[in-house]
């Protein structure tokens, strides 16, 4: 029988309220991610008003790449968003918004499974946008780069895919496993 005051069982505690307390050390990362959205959201307006000052100018072409780019930073802004209110609150704290009228629907029942997931899909999202772009203007784009890029960023897009589908069947193969098992537990008649 071992003692709950031995200074081994102390050390323990102590131990292990430290590594607990380690969650913290990501708070700062979360920080930053914050701060760089903020230059990114510049970045936004600094192309949004460049298109305004050109669009008499262009054609059809580069206004919608011009548009496709504003699409893109709003999307990487959504990642960021992602990466920031579904890591923090899974991995550092709970963030207290049951309750909340503008709790966004992407946070219901969000563990680490689902928010890989979601995190996948909008890469693949993003690298889609990207791809849009070089077919749109794929004339320029074989001027700047080689056919083989363009085959590149396919193979990427492609593999972006993959990943999300990957790991959202991933995710649905280990859920169903922890539903079944649960299940077999509730359901299991209990010994005398």
Do not use: C
């Not at 889609?128 to 749109?136: C, D, P, S, W």
């Amino acid at each position: 029988m071992s003692n709950k005051n031995s200074p081994i069982k102390q050390f323990e505690g102590l131990f292990e309220g430290f590594i607990f307390w380690s969650r913290w050390v990501q708070a700062p990362l979360y920080t930053g991610l914050i701060i760089a959205s903020f230059f990114y959201l510049y970045k936004f307006f600094e192309e949004l008003l460049y298109m305004v000052k050109y669009t008499r100018i262009w054609n059809e072409t580069k206004m919608m790449l011009s548009i496709l780019g504003l699409v893109d930073i709003s999307m990487v802004m959504n990642l960021v968003v992602m990466v920031v209110i579904g890591g923090y609150s899974i991995f550092t704290s709970r963030i207290d918004v049951e309750m909340h009228e503008d709790k966004p629907l992407w946070l219901e029942g969000l563990d680490a499974g689902q928010l890989k997931i979601k995190l996948a899909t909008s890469l693949a999202s993003i690298s889609g946008v990207y791809l849009l772009k070089t077919f749109i203007d794929y004339r320029n784009e074989v001027q700047k780069t080689s056919p083989e890029g363009i085959v590149i960023e396919i193979v990427i897009h492609m593999v972006f895919i993959f990943s999300a589908l990957l790991l959202s069947q991933t995710e649905k193969i280990t859920h169903s496993y922890h539903v079944h098992e649960t299940s077999k537990k509730k359901n299991k008649p209990e010994e005398d």
